[in-house]
């Protein structure tokens, strides 16, 4: 597993100021958000927890996964959360000719356009890897992109879920956007802790906002 930042660190946000890494507020309000979905149960699982907390949510989602799992993916536009675009096959910006990752995101765009009535320009880059030329024309196609300030790193297998509810809980402060995944891999952590991390939050003050 390569190295990772848990917070992502001030100087990368100076770098990057273009992205949404974060929401500025003084309120305690942070952003939970969730990618490569919808995969059947898990993502399921993770609507009812929300609807148990009466909690909205941002859901970056995989073009293919709709297309594969249309009454999931409507669910979750039925229960009032927000989607964003992750594109059509969870491609690697920094590896994709930029003809071929612009058709991938349209390709992921047509899927939500067909089964909701809402264009959405939201846009994160799968593992947050997109060049620079990608990151002009994604903007000049009237899409914000969206990172994080909080990585729970579900998705590592070699961290105990413990671990992945830590990383969580230590780093949420205001305007955190914390990102998850609704997918197999990241179940086993995810299921342990965002009953916790959403618990803690609410406990120590914090609501939840959707991104837009």
């Not at 149960?41 to 859901?59: C, D, G, P, R, Y």
């Not at 995810?190 to 406990?203: C, M, T, W």
Request: with cysteine.
């Amino acid at each position: 597993m390569k190295p990772y930042w848990v917070k992502t660190h001030w100087f990368i946000k100076k770098l990057f100021p273009g992205y949404i890494w974060s929401v500025k507020s003084t309120k305690k309000t942070v952003y939970l958000t969730f990618d490569d979905g919808p995969i059947p149960k898990i993502t399921e699982w993770v609507l009812a927890l929300l609807k148990e907390n009466n909690i909205k949510a941002t859901f970056f989602c995989i073009g293919d996964n709709i297309e594969k799992h249309p009454q999931v993916f409507e669910k979750v536009v039925s229960e009032d959360h927000t989607i964003g675009n992750h594109t059509f096959n969870h491609i690697n910006g920094w590896h994709t000719d930029n003809k071929i990752y612009f058709k991938n995101i349209e390709a992921c765009r047509q899927a939500i356009i067909k089964r909701t009535d809402h264009d959405s320009k939201l846009f994160r880059p799968p593992y947050g890897k997109i060049s620079h030329s990608q990151t002009k024309e994604v903007r000049n196609l009237g899409y914000k992109i969206v990172m994080w300030d909080v990585l729970s790193a579900d998705f590592d297998r070699y961290i105990t879920p413990e671990k992945c509810c830590e990383n969580v809980i230590k780093n949420a402060t205001n305007g955190s956007v914390i990102i998850f995944h609704d997918s197999i891999k990241a179940f086993t952590n995810l299921e342990y802790a965002l009953p916790r991390v959403i618990k803690y939050l609410k406990e120590n003050g914090y609501s939840f906002g959707t991104l837009a």
